[in-house]
């Protein structure tokens, strides 16, 4: 495949940057090294993030913001630095924009849950609506759907065209002057789409509706800059963007979160608590009840360090390289159908698709037993599934580590896949 590689451009020094993570030196099935495809679900761990978390539980492991011994200030310094540099690498104007959650499912059901509770001129009741599309995530989808019904308002989302974009065509009569709150995702899970932020926001802007975006898809793999988006919310999460598992982070505007009611309640996000009342403590401790994901932050703030040495436009030159690279071999496969974009253009580095009436879980098996790792299902996004009449897909994800070698692999492996089916 030497000579289809020819041309692609973009590309990072993958094989010094592979060296960083131990897990891809791994082997299964007698010998098979590891082809990891699945980073859309969860990425791997660099050495850095892992020596992190070490170095915070052998040396500085207490709780925070509350002791006055070394270990407890060391802690609360590690943590709250964590916070600087996620603030940081997001463009947030403010560090107190920029609260920890423990994934981005938590982040959507806070932003829900606040609006549920909040007062005029945020308040979501039975006069107002709700906006989502079509190709979410189920974290994107279920909030909103449990706060509908808790409070009457009409949910109402975007279609998807057959090619995979969201069908806008109809903007107007789905996001009118009702809307209160309009949540999409920013790159598709399933189906890599990038969607038109611009356009979205420009018509909840007009209408007065907030705006929450879910990043989880953006934030490992190209520049986030929440000023230029010009949302309302952003929610994204660490284990996708080389970080642990168990933390998430949403962003909102300084004034959003101070006047917004807290989700949670209990210990650090309060300023007094009497038998008959309580104060809040200013954002972003208000919405970060009990003990935090303290050695979780520690360990994005090592991972924010790793991508930002390397670069996010790096980052994002190199996965729309092998991206492209990807659709144009898997387009060469007989009897393999694309679910969303079949092209490189405006999409993320994930690739959903289908092989004749092969059923995706035989094709997960059967690649596995070649090293290669790969996701089979709804992807948590079973409405784009019944959208295309399929049961679910078999979904290859690209990051930084991937390389075009790995893309061969997998075509190779579909080959077998289809020989083995007969």
């Given at each position: 495949?030497?000579?289809?590689?020819?041309?692609?451009?973009?590309?990072?020094?993958?094989?010094?940057?592979?060296?960083?993570?131990?897990?891809?030196?791994?082997?299964?099935?007698?010998?098979?090294?590891?082809?990891?495809?699945?980073?859309?679900?969860?990425?791997?761990?660099?050495?850095?993030?892992?020596?992190?978390?070490?170095e915070y539980y052998e040396r500085h492991n207490a709780n925070v913001h509350r002791g006055v011994y070394t270990i407890a200030e060391e802690a609360t310094a590690l943590y709250e630095g964590a916070r600087d540099k996620v603030a940081a690498f997001i463009n947030a104007p403010s560090r107190n924009e920029v609260i920890f959650t423990k994934n981005a499912s938590e982040s959507l059901n806070l932003v829900a849950n606040m609006l549920g509770w909040a007062d005029e001129p945020y308040r979501v009741d039975s006069d107002t609506e709700i906006v989502t599309t079509e190709m979410e995530h189920h974290s994107n989808i279920v909030?909103?759907?449990?706060?509908?019904?808790?409070?009457?308002?009409?949910?109402?989302?975007?279609?998807?065209?057959?090619?995979?974009?969201?069908?806008?065509?109809?903007?107007?009569?789905?996001?009118?002057?009702?809307?209160?709150?309009?949540?999409?995702?920013?790159?598709s899970n399933i189906m890599g789409t990038v969607n038109p932020v611009e356009k979205i926001i420009r018509r909840a802007q007009q209408v007065g509706?907030?705006?929450?975006?879910?990043?989880?898809q953006a934030a490992p793999h190209m520049v986030l800059d929440v000023q230029a988006l010009q949302a309302d919310f952003v929610a994204f999460t660490g284990h996708k963007m080389v970080g642990p598992t168990g933390i998430g982070v949403l962003w909102g505007r300084q004034e959003l979160l101070e006047d917004l009611p807290p989700f949670l309640g209990g210990g650090e996000m309060i300023e007094t608590v009497s038998m008959h009342s309580s104060t809040y403590a200013p954002a972003p401790h208000k919405f970060e009840a009990g003990t935090p994901p303290i050695a979780q932050a520690v360990g994005l703030g090592a991972a924010v360090d790793y991508l930002s040495a390397i670069g996010m436009e790096n980052i994002h030159r190199h996965e729309q390289a092998i991206t492209e690279y990807a659709v144009r071999r898997l387009l060469e496969v007989p009897d393999l159908r694309i679910i969303g974009p079949s092209t490189a253009e405006d999409r993320g580095a994930t690739i959903s698709?289908?092989?004749?009436?092969?059923?995706?879980?035989?094709?997960?098996?059967?690649?596995?037993?070649?090293?290669?790792?790969?996701?089979?299902?709804?992807?948590?996004?079973?409405?784009?599934?019944?959208?295309?009449?399929?049961?679910?897909?078999?979904?290859?994800?690209?990051?930084?580590?991937?390389?075009?070698?790995?893309?061969?692999?997998?075509?190779?492996?579909?080959?077998?896949?289809?020989?083995?089916?007969?």
């Amino acid at each position: 495949m030497t000579d289809a590689r020819q041309g692609l451009s973009g590309l990072l020094d993958t094989e010094a940057i592979r060296k960083d993570f131990p897990i891809l030196d791994r082997t299964v099935h007698d010998g098979k090294k590891i082809v990891y495809l699945d980073s859309a679900a969860t990425s791997q761990k660099p050495r850095q993030v892992l020596d992190a978390l070490s170095e915070y539980y052998e040396r500085h492991n207490a709780n925070v913001h509350r002791g006055v011994y070394t270990i407890a200030e060391e802690a609360t310094a590690l943590y709250e630095g964590a916070r600087d540099k996620v603030a940081a690498f997001i463009n947030a104007p403010s560090r107190n924009e920029v609260i920890f959650t423990k994934n981005a499912s938590e982040s959507l059901n806070l932003v829900a849950n606040m609006l549920g509770w909040a007062d005029e001129p945020y308040r979501v009741d039975s006069d107002t609506e709700i906006v989502t599309t079509e190709m979410e995530h189920h974290s994107n989808i279920v909030p909103w759907q449990l706060l509908s019904q808790r409070t009457g308002a009409k949910l109402k989302w975007f279609g998807i065209t057959d090619d995979g974009r969201l069908d806008l065509s109809n903007i107007d009569e789905i996001i009118t002057e009702k809307t209160k709150i309009v949540s999409f995702t920013l790159v598709s899970n399933i189906m890599g789409t990038v969607n038109p932020v611009e356009k979205i926001i420009r018509r909840a802007q007009q209408v007065g509706a907030l705006v929450c975006i879910d990043a989880s898809q953006a934030a490992p793999h190209m520049v986030l800059d929440v000023q230029a988006l010009q949302a309302d919310f952003v929610a994204f999460t660490g284990h996708k963007m080389v970080g642990p598992t168990g933390i998430g982070v949403l962003w909102g505007r300084q004034e959003l979160l101070e006047d917004l009611p807290p989700f949670l309640g209990g210990g650090e996000m309060i300023e007094t608590v009497s038998m008959h009342s309580s104060t809040y403590a200013p954002a972003p401790h208000k919405f970060e009840a009990g003990t935090p994901p303290i050695a979780q932050a520690v360990g994005l703030g090592a991972a924010v360090d790793y991508l930002s040495a390397i670069g996010m436009e790096n980052i994002h030159r190199h996965e729309q390289a092998i991206t492209e690279y990807a659709v144009r071999r898997l387009l060469e496969v007989p009897d393999l159908r694309i679910i969303g974009p079949s092209t490189a253009e405006d999409r993320g580095a994930t690739i959903s698709f289908t092989l004749g009436d092969i059923h995706p879980h035989d094709v997960g098996q059967v690649l596995d037993e070649l090293g290669i790792a790969v996701r089979v299902g709804h992807h948590c996004a079973r409405p784009v599934c019944l959208r295309y009449g399929i049961p679910a897909t078999t979904r290859a994800s690209f990051y930084l580590y991937s390389t075009p070698a790995e893309v061969d692999a997998l075509v190779d492996g579909l080959e077998h896949v289809r020989n083995f089916f007969g």
